[in-house]
């Protein structure tokens, strides 16, 4: 079974930066696409970005400018390095494998909480 694990949420102050980790228990390149969610107080889970197996990614306009998704083949690994937080920014965010039919795997997510 393919898993899953988030890691680098932590505290931040206003404007500071993380950079959160999502390493795989097999190659990722049996997923279709991969991405990161978040799940904000009050609000729906959303997607904030995504990668393909080309390296052509996309982002939410919240996000965009800010937050950078890259991956590593070797290191099984998919990044998001996270600049000029806001508190808006709070939340537990989620890594998510797509293999369409086959199915979504998903972490157990990692908290990220940004101070005023």
């Known amino acids: 079974q393919v898993r899953l694990a988030e890691s680098g949420g932590g505290l931040v102050q206003f404007g500071g930066s993380l950079r959160l980790s999502c390493t795989a228990s097999?190659?990722?390149?049996?997923?279709?696409?991969m991405a990161w969610h978040r799940q904000v107080p009050g609000a729906m889970r959303e997607l904030v970005a995504q990668i393909k197996n080309d390296n052509s990614d996309n982002y939410a306009d919240f996000v965009k400018g800010r937050f950078t998704i890259s991956r590593d083949l070797a290191k099984n690994t998919v990044y998001l390095q996270m600049d000029r937080l806001t508190p808006e920014d709070t939340g537990i965010y989620y890594c998510?494998?797509?293999?369409?039919?086959?199915?979504?795997?998903w972490g157990q997510g990692t908290q990220v909480t940004v101070s005023s």
């Open positions: 998510m494998g797509d293999r369409g039919w086959y199915g979504e795997y």
């Open positions: 097999g190659s990722i390149s049996i997923f279709n696409h």
